[in-house]
């Protein structure tokens, strides 16, 4: 069933758990995230991005989570509309059945340039006030997401940041974190501690300089009653990224979030932990393999369905770690 936000994070809370939300764009992604929930009896968050909705188009992308909802009808289901740019933007999918929405004052219409607090505040607090009239959840962010060492939001083509941040930027201040929760009323709130979105966070793994979970801890005890979520949250396996390049590929040496300090951030009021990153880098890892080791097959039927197991694979192993399992 299609639940909201606000439902699945409260009983999230309150049984001591968190979700990962994982991107979809298309049914391979859809297929994963619903058979490994199946199979691990976790509730589900899917997001959308702009960039899903220009790739699979709005109706498709619709329908594709509401047959989620037809054939997994057991299992409970937040349609989430991942960074939003504008209040108009959070309307439409209100409009289309999301049942819940981000809003992302954090950065400018243009999902580029870094806004001021009070820009934030407003669109948020506009945005809270027509979904919740509809019974739609709004998570909002404060703070930018980017690196703690370079400053950057990381990803070139992607959601983000353009040019370099302020280290007071990339760090979500506590104390602002409560006042805004106030001013705004947000069911959920998106903070910045050094993650980027992306396959390149970090160049070494992360320390507690580039990967602040302290600061999780000291936004928790400010505002304990506040869902916390966690942007750019891929752990990158490094098993992934060794296949990728033995059959082909090139992508440097590179880091991730550990998933055992997102684990540590779910004791802390982490709720929802997005993930995309995770799931392109299995895909691609297993239609390479599969590619290069079956030179003669031309149905791609086979190489999705790889795909699908390898990404499979990883929605369970975070179901797993995160305590969601069990938990629908
Ligand atoms: O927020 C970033 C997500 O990974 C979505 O990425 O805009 O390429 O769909 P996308
Ligand atoms: P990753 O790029 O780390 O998977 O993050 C995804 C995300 O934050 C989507 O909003
Ligand atoms: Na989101
Ligand atoms: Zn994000």
Redo the contacts with the bound molecule.
């Keep these: 069933a299609l639940i909201s936000m606000r439902q699945l994070l409260d009983h999230a809370a309150e049984h001591g758990y968190g979700v990962p939300a994982f991107?979809v764009n298309n049914l391979e992604q859809m297929r994963a995230i619903m058979e490994a929930a199946d199979e691990t009896d976790s509730p589900v968050i899917v997001?959308a991005?702009a960039g899903a909705r220009k790739y699979a188009g709005a109706p498709f992308l619709r329908h594709l989570i509401l047959a989620a909802v037809e054939e997994f009808p057991h299992i409970p289901v937040v349609m989430h509309q991942?960074?939003g740019t504008s209040p108009a933007v959070c309307q439409r999918s209100i409009q289309l059945g999301f049942s819940s929405v981000m809003m992302d004052g954090s950065l400018k219409e243009d999902g580029k340039t870094p806004a001021d607090y009070a820009y934030n505040v407003e669109v948020t607090r506009r945005t809270v006030e027509m979904a919740h009239a509809c019974g739609v959840s709004v998570e909002g962010e404060l703070g930018c997401l980017g690196s703690l060492e370079t400053g950057m939001a990381g990803e070139e083509d992607g959601?983000g940041a353009e040019g370099k941040l302020d280290h007071d930027q990339l760090l979500t201040d506590p104390e602002e974190a409560a006042e805004f929760v106030k001013a705004t009323q947000v069911d959920a709130l998106a903070i910045a501690i050094g993650?980027s979105?992306?396959a390149y966070?970090f160049t070494k793994p992360p320390t507690g300089d580039t990967l602040s979970i302290q600061r999780i801890k000291e936004i928790h005890a400010r505002i304990p009653e506040t869902h916390l979520v966690m942007?750019?949250?891929?752990s990158v396996p490094q098993e992934w990224l060794e296949v990728i390049n033995e059959f082909g590929g090139a992508i440097p040496e590179t880091y991730?979030v550990p998933v055992e300090e997102i684990v540590e951030g779910i004791r802390h009021g982490v709720r929802k932990v997005?993930?995309?990153?995770?799931l392109r880098l299995a895909s691609t890892g297993a239609v390479r393999r599969f590619l290069a080791q079956n030179p003669a097959e031309f149905d791609p039927r086979k190489f999705l369905k790889v795909s699908t197991a390898a990404m499979k694979d990883v929605c369970k192993a975070r179901y797993e770690a995160f305590g969601t399992a069990g938990q629908a």
């Design positions: 991107n997001q991005s991942d960074h959601v993650t979105h992306g966070k942007h750019g949250s891929s991730g997005n993930i995309d990153t995770d």
